[in-house]
């Protein structure tokens, strides 16, 4: 519950203060423009249709390219009845998005998005507690990606209330220095809920947007192994879990229809299966923790386009 609080608390945050910042900083007191507060010209409303390459909302393809980055973002922890066995790494690779984004009368509508992580090869130690001998391991696999559907219902202005659904889908293979390995395969099924803040500006936009939950659904599998013929697997629901990611994106107009910019996306995603008994030859209650965080900045391109539902 505390989690969630503090979820809503930040997308409220968000919500309040870029509106703040936009009323009285750049624009004047009578909701026109202010002179000499801001080196851009910002509008008092919300990105329209004509003004969809500018923001990325109707009738829009926006491209990400960027560099990730967490000197401690995956962590799995695997409790069993009389230990717990954590292995940790950093993420670092290159992490490429894609999204379109199309609205209906009324400014309602749909934003559809994808994301892949290119990871470089990265290392840790299993860590046992109680103590126990620790082994340093390497990572020769780790595949991230997911996909998004959101639907987008405008509030107020420049603000537009969000929901939708996010499958993000990770599968690692782990290879420790005594000669076993681990499989993990974690699906998460993540509701969305937040909202978007799109602020146009004569020569540019703003975009921010924070969505978040406080449960998560999917399943982990997972499989150990060593060379002399042990096995031990499992497959776990779920059982809790919670989401926030906050994302930023500043965009110029380059020529016509498009646009260049930069942007900066923060995630946390953590999730805790249900205790479950394992099979092969070990048939132990077990159960999962596993935590996962990013941060992501690179640049964005943007393309409007007309679509039939404009």
Known sequence: ????????????????????????????????????SFP??????????????????????RLYAGWLDHPNGSVWALQRPDSTGTAAWPLRGLWFGASTDLSVDGGLGLIISGSVFLP???????????ADNPFDFDIPSYDWWSVDGLAKYPATGSFAVLAGFRWDHTSIRVDYSDNTSDDYILNAYIPLFGMQICQRASSGSLLLRAV????????????????????EFGDFGVSSG????????????????????????????????????????????????????SWTIGASLSLGFSTPLL
Not at 3 to 29: D, E, R, S, Y
Not at 125 to 130: D, R, S
Not at 213 to 223: A, E, F, I
């Open 1 to 36: 519950m505390k989690k969630f609080v503090a979820i809503l608390m930040g997308m409220a945050v968000l919500w309040a203060l870029p509106a703040a910042a936009f009323a009285q900083g750049f624009l004047g007191g009578n909701g026109t423009p202010g002179i000499g």
């Open 40 to 61: 851009f010209n910002w509008s008092n409303g919300a990105c329209g249709a004509q003004n969809a390459a500018e923001c990325g909302l109707p009738g829009t393809l």
């Open 120 to 130: 470089q090869r990265r290392a840790g130690t299993w860590i046992q507690t109680p």
């Open 212 to 231: 978040g939950t406080p449960w998560v659904g999917g399943r982990l599998k997972y499989n150990f192994w060593d060379r002399l013929g042990y096995d």
């Open 242 to 293: 919670d989401f926030l990611e906050i994302f930023a994106d500043y965009s110029l107009k380059f020529r016509g229809d498009l646009s260049l910019g930069g942007f900066v996306k923060w995630n946390s995603l953590h999730v805790k299966t249900a205790e479950r008994s394992l099979s092969g030859l070990n048939a132990e209650p077990v159960s999962w923790s596993v935590n996962i965080k």
